[in-house]
């Protein structure tokens, strides 16, 4: 599989980022929480579900 980011010359992040907007995007279900934390455990304490633990693992 190839890089996920192609680097591309020229491409300066600071002009990227004035494309960057808020789109308001919110759970597409009423149980998503409930759903991340079937599939991947429950989140850490930042709130990440499927996180690598302090012992190197993961929570999956």
Sequence with gaps: MGDPRPDQP??????QAQYLRPTGNEPTVDNEEGILADEFGE???????G???EDGGDTA
């Design 51 to 53: 996180a690598p633990t």
């Design 10 to 15: 020229g491409t300066d992040p600071r002009e």
């Design 43 to 49: 989140p850490n304490s930042d709130g990440t579900y």
